[in-house]
């Protein structure tokens, strides 16, 4: 059957490159939106519990608030990901009709996941005033653990695209699968761990993000404070973990995906002394105007200068992947990382010493980029492993080329859809600036508190 | 019966539940467009935002579920749907962010014009989309999307009487449904004026869906005359079980029976969803791509069967304490203050 399905044939550049596009561009949408959906959710259950604990009125207005934003974020995340689950089949049949049944079981788990998820969030936002309010705290723990559980999922079935284990090819069909094999493939540690991660960092430095800014105009009262400390606490955490997971991410290419190491260090020719590069361009086959420090990736990858890292000199040129995207792509990850690192440290160190946030303005300002600084990160992390993957979408296995939609005219429904996601996007910035001028302003009669996070009104 | 036919059963469920909860989510926002002005339609309105807001997200996971065990257990035959209609598809998965964006951030937004715009994109995308999933039905069962990637005619197989007559089945489906649960979801909000309004309207659906299933057996007869052969044999039974059911329905609502009614109505829809694989059975996509030869190797579909059992007893539990959450909220006055 899947005989047929090879001989198609491709589609033409432009219509790749508008899959691709495509693609890029709903998935870099969605995984903001789902960042949200795994952190949030931690952000609120720590607020109402406390809010519980100590009857605090402040914190209880935070997660009244909180929730009513994890609504719409939620809404936008579920739809977003449908859409996404459109595309594997729209875009790359070919991808999907010979390996479909390979990466199905996480797919499969992770709608277990969505369903428990999309229960508890209809549950714990519509019963808030019906249920006991343990019950009601309870009623969240769920919704952390699926939005935790289907990150994992989904990107194991990423890792295998980077690892593609748990299979035999034999004549052009798939035999033999061992879908655990195939879901717990050498990629899925590295990746999932760090995917975890970036999802609460995002969405603490987000959430703490405007707070900061908040702050910065003057509102310093009990609830906007806590409206920073909780999130920025969460992700300030994180922040140190995630560059061992980072360190860990390299090392794992440098022994499994030496080609993605290679673009992302802009790294050209294999041996030892191999150079840390930072920024520059890729011409004439190397890399130029980068800083370099001596023998630093060697040092990285083996810790030792004698160590030999492979570079893209060992692939033929048809089978490498564009260089300079990945490679500054890479940088910015890293340095954003390290710079949330020095603002989580800063942080940390003010609670040493005073228990209190830093003095300076300048520390808001930047926790008020701390947001945007994560998010870039996330997005630049994707590209490094999308990106460096090719021109493979299964490494080793499957070119990209022959696994899109051979029908003409994808073209069009890149374009159309482009601009379905720049509205959504005004739209959702839109509604959720309004939600955040609301709280104050109307500040809720008891009974019409009671129901705000169903009512409009 | 073997594995591949128990997934395949397993995912018919899933088809026919996305078709009760969520079709009748779709319907909701096509009354939602027909309520009138803006003042006046504002209490119909908000009985349907209530009774499909807690529920919506979760009816709408059991879409991802058929489209992940199609891919799963299935992927040639996903492989070869999705390329050939991608036209379609991509227009339904456009409704479908539409329609969940706008009905959460109508229930966000403060000012009427806003109001307004999410709610008219939320409405028109409740009728786009069941139509274009009617017309990938219709697609599918007339046998015009064959093996491969892209290997059908990527406008007549959606553009053609049967996709069409399935496209409208839908959508007056989704209606009659819809119309049908909130006359007994207006009955426990205390709102038996609402329930009389809704009740004429189910009616008025109900007869549109005979009408329209009536007349498209001579469309099927002359357009898909395979489908028609199978739903006329085979199928036979189902086929004049949900004919029966729908009859049933309509003395039920007739006599303001709202709550049996739900169930006959439900089981009337059920009756032809499950006929349409029964007529076609063992064979996936025409002319030759049967159910075997399209099917997974055997350990990915043991261990998705297992993994769905397994999620089965967390999720249905779970599922059902959410309806009775939702029925009780209808029942609380305090949520239409
Ligand atoms: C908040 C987000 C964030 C931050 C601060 C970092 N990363 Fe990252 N990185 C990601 C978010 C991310 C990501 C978006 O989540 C990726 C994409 C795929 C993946 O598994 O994680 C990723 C991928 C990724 C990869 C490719 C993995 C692969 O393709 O298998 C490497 C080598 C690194 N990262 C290394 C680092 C290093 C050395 C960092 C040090 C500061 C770092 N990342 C900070
Ligand atoms: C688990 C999650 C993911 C899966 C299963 C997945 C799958 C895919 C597939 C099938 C393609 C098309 C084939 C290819 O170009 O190699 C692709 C491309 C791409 N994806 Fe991912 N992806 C995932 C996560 C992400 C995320 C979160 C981003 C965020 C930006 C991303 C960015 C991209 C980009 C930029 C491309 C285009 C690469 C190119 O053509 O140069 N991916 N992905
Ligand atoms: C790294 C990549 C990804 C991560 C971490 C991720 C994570 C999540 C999370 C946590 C949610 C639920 C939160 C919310 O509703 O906002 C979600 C929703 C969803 N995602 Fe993703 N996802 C990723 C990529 C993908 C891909 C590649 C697909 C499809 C092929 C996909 C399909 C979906 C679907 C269908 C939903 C909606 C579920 C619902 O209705 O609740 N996601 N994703």
């Given at each position: 059957?899947?005989?047929?399905?090879?001989?198609?044939?491709?589609?033409?550049?432009?219509?790749?490159?508008?899959?691709?596009?495509?693609?890029?561009?709903?998935?870099?949408?969605?995984?903001?939106?789902?960042?949200?959906?795994?952190?949030?959710?931690?952000?609120?259950?720590?607020?109402?519990?406390?809010a519980?604990?100590t009857g605090d009125d402040a914190l209880l207005r935070l997660a009244r608030?909180?929730?009513?934003?994890?609504?719409?974020?939620?809404?936008?995340?579920?739809?977003?990901?449908?859409?996404?689950?459109?595309?594997?089949?729209?875009?790359?049949?070919?991808?999907?009709?010979?390996?479909?049944?390979?990466?199905?079981?996480?797919?499969?788990?992770?709608?277990?996941?969505?369903?428990?998820?999309?229960?508890?969030?209809?549950?714990?936002?519509?019963?808030?005033?019906?249920?006991?309010?343990?019950?009601?705290?309870?009623?969240?723990?769920?919704?952390?653990?699926?939005?935790?559980?289907?990150?994992?999922?989904?990107?194991?079935?990423?890792?295998?695209?980077?690892?593609?284990?748990?299979?035999?090819?034999?004549?052009?069909?798939?035999?033999?699968?061992?879908?655990?094999?195939?879901?717990?493939?050498?990629?899925?540690?590295?990746?999932?761990?760090?995917?975890?991660?970036?999802?609460?960092?995002?969405?603490?430095?987000?959430?703490?993000?405007?707070?900061?800014?908040?702050?910065?105009?003057?509102?310093?009262d009990r609830y906007?404070?806590l409206?920073?400390?909780?999130?920025?606490?969460?992700?300030?955490?994180?922040?140190?973990?995630?560059?061992?997971?980072?360190?860990?991410?390299?090392?794992?290419?440098?022994?499994?995906?030496?080609?993605?190491?290679?673009?992302?260090?802009?790294?050209?020719?294999?041996?030892?002394?191999?150079?840390?590069?930072?920024?520059?361009?890729?011409?004439?086959?190397?890399?130029?105007?980068?800083?370099?420090?001596?023998?630093?990736?060697?040092?990285?990858?083996?810790?030792?200068?004698?160590?030999?890292?492979?570079?893209?000199?060992?692939?033929?040129?048809?089978?490498?992947?564009?260089?300079?995207?990945?490679?500054?792509?890479?940088?910015?990850?890293?340095?954003?990382?390290?710079?949330?690192?020095?603002?989580?440290?800063?942080?940390?160190?003010?609670?040493?010493?005073?228990?209190?946030?830093?003095?300076?303005?300048?520390?808001?300002?930047?926790?008020?980029?701390?947001?945007?600084?994560?998010?870039?990160?996330?997005?630049?992390?994707?590209?490094?492993?999308?990106?460096?993957?090719?021109?493979?979408?299964?490494?080793?296995?499957?070119?990209?080329?022959?696994?899109?939609?051979?029908?003409?005219?994808?073209?069009?429904?890149?374009?159309?859809?482009?601009?379905?996601?720049?509205?959504?996007?005004?739209?959702?910035?839109?509604?959720?600036?309004?939600?955040?001028?609301?709280?104050?302003?109307?500040e809720?009669?008891p009974?019409?508190a009671?129901?705000?996070?169903?009512?409009?009104? | 019966?073997?594995?591949?036919?128990?997934?395949?059963?397993?995912?018919?469920?899933?088809?026919?539940?996305?078709?009760?909860?969520?079709?009748?989510?779709?319907?909701?926002?096509?009354?939602?467009?027909?309520?009138?002005?803006?003042?006046?339609?504002?209490?119909?309105?908000?009985?349907?935002?209530?009774?499909?807001?807690?529920?919506?997200?979760?009816?709408?996971?059991?879409?991802?579920?058929?489209?992940?065990?199609?891919?799963?257990?299935?992927?040639?035959?996903?492989?070869?749907?999705?390329?050939?209609?991608?036209?379609?598809?991509?227009?339904?998965?456009?409704?479908?962010?539409?329609?969940?964006?706008?009905?959460?951030?109508?229930?966000?937004?403060?000012?009427?014009?806003?109001?307004?715009?999410?709610?008219?994109?939320?409405?028109?995308?409740?009728?786009?989309?069941?139509?274009?999933?009617?017309?990938?039905?219709?697609?599918?069962?007339?046998?015009?999307?064959?093996?491969?990637?892209?290997?059908?005619?990527?406008?007549?197989?959606?553009?053609?009487?049967?996709?069409?007559?399935?496209?409208?089945?839908?959508?007056?489906?989704?209606?009659?449904?819809?119309?049908?649960?909130?006359?007994?979801?207006?009955?426990?909000?205390?709102?038996?004026?609402?329930?009389?309004?809704?009740?004429?309207?189910?009616?008025?659906?109900?007869?549109?869906?005979?009408?329209?299933?009536?007349?498209?057996?001579?469309?099927?007869?002359?357009?898909?005359?395979?489908?028609?052969?199978?739903?006329?044999?085979?199928?036979?039974?189902?086929?004049?079980?949900?004919?029966?059911?729908?009859?049933?329905?309509?003395?039920?609502?007739?006599?303001?029976?709202?709550?049996?009614?739900?169930?006959?109505?439900?089981?009337?829809?059920?009756?032809?969803?499950?006929?349409?694989?029964?007529?076609?059975?063992?064979?996936?996509?025409?002319?030759?791509?049967?159910?075997?030869?399209?099917?997974?190797?055997?350990?990915?579909?043991?261990?998705?069967?297992?993994?769905?059992?397994?999620?089965?007893?967390?999720?249905?539990?779970?599922?059902?304490?959410?309806?009775?959450?939702?029925?009780?909220?209808?029942?609380?006055?305090?949520?239409?203050?």
């Amino acid at each position: 059957m899947t005989g047929l399905v090879a001989l198609a044939g491709p589609a033409g550049a432009a219509d790749l490159a508008a899959a691709r596009m495509q693609m890029a561009l709903s998935l870099g949408w969605h995984i903001v939106l789902a960042c949200f959906g795994v952190g949030m959710p931690a952000l609120l259950l720590s607020a109402e519990w406390r809010a519980i604990r100590t009857g605090d009125d402040a914190l209880l207005r935070l997660a009244r608030q909180w929730a009513k934003v994890a609504g719409v974020l939620f809404a936008v995340g579920a739809v977003s990901g449908t859409i996404l689950s459109f595309e594997m089949g729209l875009l790359w049949p070919g991808l999907m009709g010979t390996y479909g049944q390979v990466i199905g079981l996480p797919f499969a788990l992770e709608g277990i996941a969505f369903f428990v998820e999309a229960i508890f969030i209809g549950a714990y936002l519509y019963a808030w005033d019906r249920l006991p309010p343990r019950v009601h705290l309870l009623s969240g723990v769920p919704v952390l653990v699926a939005g935790v559980a289907s990150a994992f999922f989904v990107v194991t079935a990423n890792a295998w695209m980077n690892q593609p284990v748990g299979f035999v090819m034999e004549n052009g069909r798939v035999t033999q699968v061992a879908p655990w094999r195939a879901m717990f493939n050498p990629a899925t540690p590295p990746q999932t761990l760090h995917m975890i991660v970036a999802a609460f960092m995002v969405a603490g430095f987000g959430t703490a993000s405007v707070y900061a800014v908040a702050m910065l105009r003057g509102r310093r009262d009990r609830y906007h404070r806590l409206g920073f400390m909780i999130p920025f606490t969460m992700a300030a955490v994180f922040a140190p973990i995630q560059i061992f997971l980072g360190d860990y991410a390299a090392k794992f290419l440098a022994e499994r995906q030496p080609t993605k190491l290679a673009a992302a260090e802009g790294l050209f020719r294999t041996g030892p002394n191999a150079p840390l590069s930072l920024g520059g361009f890729v011409a004439d086959g190397r890399l130029r105007y980068a800083v370099e420090i001596p023998s630093g990736l060697s040092l990285l990858v083996g810790h030792s200068p004698s160590t030999v890292v492979q570079g893209l000199d060992r692939v033929p040129v048809a089978d490498r992947p564009p260089v300079t995207p990945v490679h500054l792509a890479f940088d910015t990850m890293v340095g954003m990382g390290s710079l949330l690192f020095l603002l989580a440290a800063w942080y940390a160190f003010a609670w040493w010493r005073r228990r209190d946030l830093p003095r300076s303005r300048w520390f808001l300002r930047f926790a008020a980029l701390s947001g945007v600084a994560a998010v870039l990160a996330l997005e630049t992390g994707w590209i490094v492993t999308e990106v460096g993957r090719q021109p493979w979408v299964v490494y080793g296995r499957l070119r990209t080329l022959d696994a899109v939609n051979p029908a003409p005219g994808l073209w069009a429904g890149a374009v159309i859809v482009a601009l379905v996601y720049v509205f959504l996007t005004v739209a959702t910035v839109y509604v959720l600036r309004r939600m955040a001028g609301a709280p104050r302003e109307q500040e809720p009669a008891p009974r019409a508190a009671a129901y705000a996070p169903q009512e409009p009104e | 019966m073997d594995a591949a036919q128990v997934l395949l059963v397993v995912m018919w469920v899933g088809v026919t539940l996305y078709a009760l909860l969520a079709g009748a989510d779709f319907g909701g926002g096509i009354w939602d467009l027909l309520a009138g002005r803006s003042r006046a339609g504002m209490p119909q309105r908000r009985l349907i935002e209530h009774s499909i807001g807690p529920v919506w997200e979760a009816n709408h996971v059991w879409l991802i579920f058929v489209i992940v065990v199609l891919w799963t257990g299935f992927p040639p035959v996903f492989a070869a749907v999705m390329s050939t209609l991608y036209i379609p598809l991509t227009l339904a998965a456009l409704g479908i962010i539409a329609r969940g964006a706008a009905f959460a951030f109508r229930k966000a937004s403060t000012e009427l014009w806003q109001q307004r715009l999410f709610g008219a994109a939320f409405a028109t995308s409740s009728v786009l989309t069941p139509f274009f999933l009617g017309a990938v039905a219709g697609a599918v069962a007339s046998g015009r999307v064959p093996p491969g990637l892209a290997a059908g005619d990527l406008l007549r197989s959606w553009l053609n009487p049967t996709s069409l007559l399935g496209g409208v089945l839908a959508v007056a489906v989704c209606a009659y449904l819809a119309a049908v649960y909130l006359c007994d979801d207006a009955v426990r909000a205390g709102s038996p004026e609402l329930a009389g309004r809704f009740r004429h309207r189910a009616l008025a659906t109900g007869l549109v869906v005979g009408a329209v299933a009536l007349g498209g057996i001579s469309v099927i007869r002359w357009d898909a005359p395979r489908l028609f052969d199978g739903l006329t044999h085979r199928a036979l039974a189902l086929v004049v079980a949900g004919a029966v059911l729908g009859l049933l329905s309509l003395v039920l609502l007739w006599r303001r029976h709202y709550l049996s009614v739900r169930v006959t109505a439900a089981l009337a829809v059920a009756a032809v969803v499950w006929g349409w694989p029964l007529a076609q059975y063992p064979v996936m996509l025409h002319p030759s791509l049967t159910v075997d030869e399209a099917a997974a190797v055997p350990a990915v579909l043991h261990a998705t069967l297992l993994v769905l059992a397994v999620g089965a007893l967390l999720v249905l539990p779970s599922m059902a304490w959410l309806f009775v959450l939702q029925r009780r909220s209808l029942h609380d006055p305090g949520a239409h203050g």
